[in-house]
């Protein structure tokens, strides 16, 4: 072996040792890093799990299902709407929501009409098959209480199908409603509305959102069928009494707080696996809802960003759960100006969450302005006139008058021979004169509210 071919390997071992003592070190560097990341965001995971903590607010299924009122099994309206689901027929088929909207455009025309020949067939068909199912509603309706579950933990191709069967029952009970206003059974067709605005409950506090939106949806279709019956038929005072306080119990306080708690709730229910180890939920995974293989589970060297995200999402959802929690208009003018979202979660959800909460508003509204609209009605068939203000209302129909929701000031009301009208100024919050009629087309009336024709005088 020559001298030259000596002098070369140990160079190149020398550049291998270097090599290797370099990619150790930057191993090691990159090893302490990632120690003191994961460090420093489990720190922060457990500060903001701390401040949950501290202010009471669930963190389980099981915390949540802790705040709702006890519901004793006599008192309990869900079993009923389990069944009246269960019984449906045709729920999701054309012919419900043709028979629904032909009713209620012939009701609505001037003078009010009634479907003939196939379509009034169809309709008494589509009621006696569905007869089961409209008396498990009564007997739900005259529930107190009411434990529903929409079905999360089956998944939400499982939760969407139940939902739109909450919506075909909606349309179905208000069907039945028009029919019994235009038969003449007024108060029958009031009871038929005020069954519809209970079995509303089953969507009171579910964990998702889509949940709300179903229920705000419907709530105006109430509001759009009361219309309807108090155009075209003659409620007793103590009928439109009772349909009065539905609409305003309608509208409960601090139910938007509500969904964000339960949407928090989920949130960390899906990310247990990734909050495994660094911090504790108070107890083991709920079994009931299994949810948490839906989001990633974290290994060594991903768990530090997988905590950074999830400190990003309880920071977001503690922001959204403070501002959902304040009333109208503040909660309106508190979300849409929330400001930008700090994580992944906030991004996605803010803009639909700003959007929720404007229909939301537009649903206190026309609940709000429905309950008034009953109201007014009340002291005209009372007195044979209409009130000059809304203020002639008070005490006799109500102990306060609720107030708009865009701008918390009074509802607001115009009258002449023909109709009267109550309404919101809207999401525009310029007063448009009661503009709340939808033309040809459907869009969006520039205020919120409802016209009543007087063709029902008397």
């Keep these: 072996m020559s001298v030259q071919e000596t002098n070369v390997r140990p160079r190149w071992r020398r550049i291998l040792r270097g090599f290797t003592l370099v990619a150790l070190s930057l191993f090691l560097i990159i090893l302490v890093g990632r120690l003191a990341w994961g460090y420093v965001e489990a720190r922060r995971l457990r500060e903001e799990i701390s401040k949950i903590q501290a202010a009471g607010q669930p963190m389980t299924f099981k915390d ?3 705040t709702l009122p006890k519901v004793d099994e ?9 069944a009246a689901m269960a019984l449906l027929r045709d729920g999701g088929s054309t012919p419900l929501w043709d028979a629904y909207n032909a009713y209620l455009d012939a009701l609505s025309k001037s003078p009010a009409s009634r479907p003939a020949g196939a379509t009034a067939e169809q309709i008494d068909l589509l009621l006696k098959d569905n007869a089961l199912t409209l008396d498990m509603l009564d007997r739900g309706a005259k529930c107190p209480g009411c434990r529903f579950d929409i079905g999360v933990e089956n998944g939400m191709g499982y939760c969407l199908e139940r939902l739109s069967r909450v919506r075909a029952i909606a349309r179905l009970v208000g069907l039945r409603a ?5 038969n003449g059974d007024a108060d029958g067709a009031v009871d038929s509305l005020i069954c519809m ?12 959102m889509i949940c709300f939106m179903v229920k705000v949806a419907c709530t105006s279709l109430a509001s759009m069928n009361a219309k309807t019956v108090l155009e075209t038929s003659q409620p007793s005072d103590s009928a439109m009494g009772r349909l009065q306080e539905a609409f305003l119990a309608a509208d409960p306080p601090r139910s938007m707080e509500r969904v964000m708690l339960t949407e928090r709730v989920l949130g960390l229910e899906i990310m247990r696996d990734t909050l495994a180890g660094s911090v504790s939920l108070g107890g083991p995974r709920d079994t009931a809802t299994n949810l948490s293989g839906q989001f990633p589970a974290s290994g060594f060297w991903s768990r530090p960003m997988m905590q950074h995200m999830a400190v990003g999402y309880l920071q977001d959802s503690a922001r959204f759960v403070s501002n959902a929690g304040k009333p109208w208009p503040d909660v309106l003018m508190a979300i849409q100006g929330s400001g930008e979202a700090r994580s992944t979660f906030g991004q996605i959800v803010a803009p639909p969450l700003a959007k929720m909460c404007t229909l939301t508003a537009r649903a206190v509204a026309d609940s709000r302005c429905t309950a008034v609209a009953i109201m007014v009605e009340r002291y005209r068939r009372t007195h044979g ?19 708009d929701p865009f701008t918390g000031k009074d509802l607001l009301y115009r009258h002449d021979e023909r109709s009267y009208v109550v309404y919101s100024v809207g999401e525009d919050q310029t ?13 969006q009336p520039q205020d919120d509210g409802i016209r009543i024709r007087l063709r029902a005088a008397g």
């Design 431 to 443: 007063d448009n004169g009661g503009a709340v009629d939808r033309d040809e087309q459907h869009h």
């Design 178 to 182: 028009l029919v019994r206003a235009s």
């Design 197 to 208: 605005l209970k079995m509303l409950r089953t969507l009171d506090d579910q964990p998702v």
């Design 385 to 403: 006139r209409l009130p000059e203000t809304l203020a002639d209302l008070v005490p006799d129909y109500v102990r306060s008058l609720p107030v």
């Design 74 to 82: 006599r008192d309990d309206a869900g079993p009923y709407y389990q």
């Design 64 to 66: 949540l299902n802790a």
